[in-house]
């Protein structure tokens, strides 16, 4: 089974950008929709991108409406990884950050999580 391997987080200062890395250990993120939720404790985990498997036309790239315009998701095929560049970061955007891909069969798959604090 894919197994997914998140990096990049840290305690920034608002205003700072992060670039968080997602790598996975098999198969091409070509064929798989992938994405980023996070969480803050006591809150229920939060979709805030989503990136659609290559194989659908023109797939959709989604963001929630508190990071639009601050936040980008991308695909290296060639390094299996996915990104998620955060700019203008806010004290509100503190949480622990997963990355998870939906096989073609199966239950959706999950990272170990990063954690990123956003504080002066």
């Known amino acids: 089974q894919v197994q997914l391997v998140e990096s990049g987080g840290g305690l920034v200062q608002p205003g700072d950008s992060l670039r968080l890395s997602c790598v996975a250990s098999?198969?091409?993120?070509?064929?798989?929709?992938v994405g980023w939720f996070r969480q803050v404790p006591g809150k229920e985990r939060e979709q805030i991108s989503c990136?659609?498997?290559?194989?659908?036309?023109?797939?959709?790239?989604k963001y929630v409406d508190s990071v639009k315009g601050r936040f980008t998701i991308s695909r290296a095929n060639a390094k299996n990884t996915v990104y998620l560049q955060m700019d203008s970061l806010k004290p509100e955007d503190t949480a622990v950050y997963y990355c998870?891909?939906?096989?073609?069969?199966?239950?959706?798959?999950w990272g170990q999580g990063t954690q990123v604090t956003v504080s002066s």
């Open positions: 998870y891909l939906d096989p073609t069969s199966g239950s959706r798959i």
């Open positions: 098999s198969g091409s993120l070509d064929f798989y929709a």
């Open positions: 990136l659609s498997a290559r194989s659908r036309y023109n797939g959709p790239i």
